[in-house]
């Protein structure tokens, strides 16, 4: 599946959609039996792989409650490449801006062991806000430089995923669905395959394809739909 979705051209897609790429860095450190931190980054690409989307850093912690379940904290800086606007109607065009977010989450996950399968459920609350920037809009041949006001943004995730622990093998594969609600309700579906390959007990590599479905919306976070290749290394220590 990933190599299809890696020759998929661009002509190849529904009208609208794009195809991107996420690449993912991230280390863990084992504290105890219950505390792990972390450090993550993360850079994501668009418009066909042609367009740097965003790039991001983040700290975590995870504290085990029980052996199935888990509490995590998280804070991400990220910058972001927004998408250019038109306005045909009156004639106005904003390009392309790049514009920090400051992100936010607690996650609460259980999981359950069933033979060789693992199902798991995670509950995110997530908090980004967007500081306060300017952008340029052109209009009739002259330009002007717009205040955009800063904006702050709360959304639930849910995630159900199930993986499949192949025996004397080190590629687990998985699938997973996401949604995500803010005030208005659901605006937004993620949907994975993949496999996790434990190189070894301290290195990991994941390969993933997902999909991404946006409902219209009017807030800063809007998108098209999107098909994207993931890759993410993992060092644990």
């Known amino acids: 599946m990933l190599a299809l979705a890696l020759a998929m051209p661009a002509t190849g897609l529904a009208r609208g959609d794009d195809f991107g790429s996420w690449l993912g860095v991230s280390a863990e450190k084992k504290l105890s039996k219950k505390w792990s931190v972390g450090l993550e980054t993360e850079y994501r690409l668009r418009n066909s792989l042609k367009t740097t989307d965003r790039w991001s850093v983040g700290v975590g912690a995870d504290y085990k409650i029980l052996k199935q379940l888990k509490v995590s904290a998280n804070y991400k800086f990220l910058m972001l490449n927004n998408r250019e606007s038109i306005n045909t109607s009156k004639g106005k065009w904003t390009p392309s801006y ?140």
């Open 98 to 237: 790049w514009g920090p977010r400051h992100r936010v989450d607690v996650s609460l996950t259980g999981n359950i062991d069933v033979g060789r399968f693992n199902f798991s459920l995670r509950e995110r609350w997530q908090y980004t806000y967007r500081p306060e920037t300017k952008s340029r809009t052109y209009d009739a041949g002259s330009q002007d430089w717009d205040a955009v006001k800063g904006k702050g943004k709360n959304v639930l995730r849910s995630r159900a995923q199930v993986e499949y622990n192949i025996p004397r093998c080190k590629v687990d594969p998985f699938a997973s669905a996401e949604c995500f609600l803010d005030d208005s309700g659901f605006y937004k579906g993620r949907y994975m395959v993949g496999a996790e390959w434990k190189i070894t007990k301290q290195h990991s590599l994941d390969f993933s394809y997902i999909y991404q479905s946006i409902k219209d919306n009017e807030d800063f976070d809007s998108d098209p739909d999107m098909h994207i290749v993931s890759v993410a290394y993992k060092f644990k220590f």
